[in-house]
């Protein structure tokens, strides 16, 4: 092909599809035809799927096979087996708490972040960042070098003498393990929806305030927390909801001790009750779809704010 | 006066609350800078020291972890993870970005019914449990392939479907913010002043929006390239991603061994992201 043949080609598809965008980009047509191929892959891989996995979720699972017919059977084993109830609350019990000390950590680390600005504020947004552009199995592995017996933690606590070997606290291959470890993924989670948040906070009120005589806890529960709420709920959502889901940090980091995606994969993997692990998916499923619904009020709450 | 004197003494008490208050906020804030990075500075400490376990305190210095992994490389199945996951991660991050950039354009110019809901389902993804992503996928992929009568294997494209999936919600949020940012208008001027509307989205519209795309790029590839749950549902026998891979190796090889890859994927991700950054500044973005 010439060069001035490329040129004339490049002219007419210019031409073309000029005139394509001209016809089509003030009409209905035009608005579905932008969003309709997104809105099909969601459909496509995420609504589908769901249905497939809630309609396996009742079929009957009797000798080793999936049967004909539905039931509720894997919804009645999973809520009054004690094993199985254990584990719910279990993995419950570690979300709230991840969730609790995250918003501890997270709430202080954004408020500085936006507030001291410069080196300090740059310093936190990469020590925040940082984590999460890294593997979660090399996150682990890192927890595993601080947390095991003879680790960072444990080797400097009997270096000063504050523990012996024989009573060095576990920290690893239990619940405390997952839950510094759940901590340390999901805290960014949490520290970026209050900071884009409290970038629109003018920090004259907290001035004004001071000035009219409150005390910094006032200005925290009575001002900072209110405005900033829509990030603050948009974080607690986020990271309740995602710990809840978290396979591969509990899973490295628990040991024998178990939560529910555990449960999910190793039912799938290791036997072929699908059904089971689909009922026990879809209490997850449940789950996040509250948090969606809720989420999607927090969403029209920080309309304009340009958070998460 | 007894009064004063009280209200001197509480006025010292509050500055000594205050100066108090304000030691501990700043302790805090270490103490938690240092929660954030100490577990990637401590693989990177034991790649370095001489002993095969992560002993602490490190023993000496050496290179010795580094220079015997290209001959356990292959062995340990590394190598080819690590293609497979790179293609898929930039296949993910193209798919994804193009598909946002799309819904992100219909979603900020124009007004849909219902734009709440439309906005909530389009970023429910970000929400969504990866884990159950993966299975759910894997059985409608089973299901589809028993209506159309056929065994649909796992291979890279199953993978990818996943991968589109759960990382979608990114690249529409920063081409999202990138495109409030800037001002319709310019794209007018350019065609008044006689480019057409293809030149005018190319030359005008794409350059502007630039640090979004690439940041939503990013976002997706970080994403897929470390992505575990999913994978492990949708991969098939000769797709075995990286994040697989360095999960069995966190049982079954020398803790140094490990620490030393770790380290040159940590290595490999940040010089990524340092070099997206120094070229399209997508830090805003992020």
Redesign the interface.
């Known amino acids: 092909m010439t060069r001035q043949e490329s040129e004339t080609t490049f002219g007419r598809v210019?031409?073309r599809?000029?005139?394509v965008?001209?016809k089509y980009?003030d009409t209905q047509f035009g608005?579905?035809a932008?969003?309709g191929?997104?809105?099909f892959?969601?459909a496509v891989?995420?609504i589908?799927?769901?249905i497939?996995?809630l309609s396996?979720s009742f079929n009957p699972y009797d000798q080793g096979a999936i049967q004909a017919g539905s039931t509720l059977a894997h919804y009645v084993r999973a809520f009054t087996t004690t094993l199985y109830q254990d584990t719910l609350v279990r993995t419950i019990k570690i979300a709230v708490i991840v969730t609790i000390i995250d918003f501890v950590?997270g709430f202080?680390?954004a408020y500085?972040a936006v507030r001291k600005g410069g080196w300090m504020g740059k310093?936190?947004v990469i020590?925040?960042?940082?984590?999460?552009?890294?593997?979660?199995?090399?996150?682990?592995?890192?927890?595993?070098?601080?947390l095991?017996g003879?680790?960072?933690i444990n080797?400097?606590l009997m270096e000063l003498g504050l523990v012996t070997r024989g009573n060095a606290p576990q920290l690893l291959f239990n619940e405390t393990g997952i839950i510094i470890g759940l901590s340390?993924v999901m805290?960014p989670f949490m520290v970026f929806p209050i900071i884009n948040v409290m970038h629109t906070i003018p920090h004259d009120l907290e001035e004004a305030a001071q000035n009219l005589g409150a005390?910094?806890l006032t200005v925290f529960t009575r001002i900072l927390v209110p405005l900033a709420l829509p990030g603050i709920s948009a974080g607690i959502?986020?990271t309740f909801?995602?710990s809840?889901?978290s396979?591969?940090t509990p899973a490295?980091l628990g040991g024998g001790v178990r939560v529910i995606?555990v449960v999910?994969?190793e039912t799938?993997t290791s036997t072929s009750n699908?059904p089971f692990?689909?009922a026990l998916?879809m209490i997850?499923?449940g789950v996040?779809l509250l948090?969606?619904i809720a989420?999607?009020r927090v969403?029209?709450e920080m309309e304009g704010v340009?958070g998460? | 006066m007894a009064t004063s004197d009280d209200s001197a003494r509480s006025i010292r008490f509050d500055q000594l609350v205050s100066r108090a208050g304000s030691i501990g906020y700043r302790a805090l804030i270490w103490a938690t800078i240092v929660f954030l990075l100490s577990p990637l500075v401590v693989v990177v400490i034991i790649s370095f020291q001489e002993s095969a376990y992560a002993t602490w305190p490190p023993q000496g210095f050496t290179l010795e972890h580094y220079t015997a992994l290209p001959n356990q490389l292959g062995f340990l199945g590394v190598e080819e993870a690590l293609f497979v996951s790179v293609e898929l991660a930039v296949a993910t991050g193209i798919v994804s970005t193009v598909l946002g950039a799309l819904a992100a354009f219909a979603i900020v110019r124009y007004d849909f019914k219902y734009q709440t809901t439309l906005e909530t389902i389009l970023i429910s993804p970000l929400i969504y449990p990866w884990i159950v992503v993966g299975l759910s996928l894997l059985l409608f992929i089973n299901r589809v392939g028993d209506i159309l009568g056929l065994t649909i294997e796992l291979n890279f494209w199953t993978l990818l479907l996943g991968h589109v999936m759960f990382t979608l919600p990114y690249p529409i949020r920063t081409i999202g913010a990138s495109l409030q940012n800037y001002d319709d208008s310019l794209e007018e001027a350019a065609q008044n002043l006689g480019a057409t509307e293809l030149e005018s989205y190319l030359r005008v519209t794409v350059p502007l929006i630039q640090p979004g795309l690439m940041s939503g790029f990013v976002f997706a590839f970080i994403l897929s390239f470390n992505q575990y749950i999913v994978s492990l549902f949708l991969s098939g026998p000769e797709t075995t991603t990286m994040p697989l891979v360095l999960f069995s190796l966190f049982y079954n090889t020398a803790p140094a061994t490990l620490a030393a890859i770790a380290t040159l994927l940590m290595a490999g991700v940040l010089s990524v992201i340092f070099v997206m950054e120094y070229l399209f500044g997508i830090s805003d973005f992020m």
């Open positions: 210019n031409e599809l000029s005139s965008l001209r980009s608005k579905y932008l969003i191929p997104t809105l892959v969601v891989l995420m589908f799927p769901t497939i996995l396996y950590l202080p680390l500085a310093l936190i020590a925040t960042l940082a984590p999460l552009t890294i593997d979660l199995v090399v996150r682990s592995f890192g927890w595993f070098i601080l095991n003879t680790g960072v080797s400097t340390h805290l005390n910094r959502l986020i909801v995602v809840l889901a396979y591969v490295l995606p999910i994969t799938f699908w692990a689909s998916s997850l499923v996040a948090v969606i989420y999607q969403l029209k340009g998460v």
